[in-house]
């Protein structure tokens, strides 16, 4: 992938009065229209996507794709463009009378247009209550990231309405699974968060599962069941170099990076049991970090990395627990009826999502660290695997039916207040988000 030349966007000052009143808003730090909370009457704020101008066929492009981001992220809806007043070529005011006879509470406007090889783009965003732009940006950027371009837009329109980071210009990281149940085809893959731009990053030589994003969103840890033992390995997105994170006397599994990135945490699998472990990927050092009978497995960091949690049954059922990232006493944390595993943390560290199974099928809920307030998201069967958005307001898991279906790949807000396909070529599993890109 071609890189963007701005990622962080630098502010269009269109004209001196809209370039001094955006200079005025954006001192006003995490200045929101929507209040995203749980409390109270919840509607999302309505926002008018009109054509970018310029050029028409990629401006119709970039306006489809934020509209489309839009629609998946509960917090923000699109407004229907048959209701639109007028046609909107400009980033320049529309007609802002007009407008306000309409559903919508904002209406994003902007212009794009190609020089040789390049793509520029601005937008603007206008506020119909009080009639004024509440936020404009430009970029410049290689034609070939156009799709980049629309969702770093609507990124920095979700960030003005919400005060809340956005996560549209991220990737996701899966298991791609093709053919007959019986002989399923599985390879690692990664695409855009809607579910575009499918790159394969194995042929399928080899079963792969739970990949797992590196901090800067450039490698990935999975675990390969090949010839030899299953093995945890890194692989390097731009240069496509695998290795093995290390020499263990056993089978190792489910891996994550620490929040640095200069280590791994996995569990190592010796008899019937196995135990954590974390390896420093540059010295390979090993640390084991529990040493029990039980079955300890799907660690994961605090973003601090001072802490870590996992499943275990070493009470009897599986069930999540929470130490310190050096090892140590582990409290459980998960108490309600069932089984809990595949705890994750947020990366805004205030809530674990995890998989709970009981009579009643597989339900994706979160809680608190301490354990408390927990909350389920989505029921079905059979839910499992959550990863969590870089902005921790939204969770995304697959969905395996049984049979001779295969599993799909969902995503939740973390309120549960809205439900979303993600679509793939085929069936998938394991999904992991990556962070927003660079």
Known sequence: MQPLLSRRATLAAFSATAGAALMGRSAVAQDRFLDIRPGGAFRPVTVAVTNFGGDADQGAKLSGIIANDFKRCTFIQPVDASS??????????????????????????GRTSRSGGSLNTAFRLWDLSSGSQVAGQQYATDAANSRRVAHIVADAVFTRVT????????????????????????RLAIMDQDGFNVKYLTRGEDLVVTPRFSPSGQEVAYMSFGQDEPKVFLLNFESGQRSSVGDFPGMTFAPRFSPNGQDVIMSLSQGANSDLYSLDIGSKAQHQLTNTAAIDTSPCYSPDGGQIVFESDRGGTQQIYVMPASGGGAKRISFGEGRYSTPVWSPKGDLIAFTRQKSSGFAIGVMKPDGSGERILTEGFHNEGPTWAPNGLYVMFFRDPGGSAGSKIYMVDVFGRGEFLVPTPSFASDPNWGPLQG
């Open 84 to 109: 639109f007043p007028e046609p909107v070529t400009d980033p320049d005011a529309p007609n802002l009378a007009a407008w306000k006879a309409t559903t919508a509470q904002f209406v994003l406007t």
């Open 163 to 186: 005060g809340e980071k956005g996560f549209f210009d991220s990737r996701v990281v899966f298991v791609d699974e093709t053919g007959s149940a019986e002989k399923r085809k599985k």
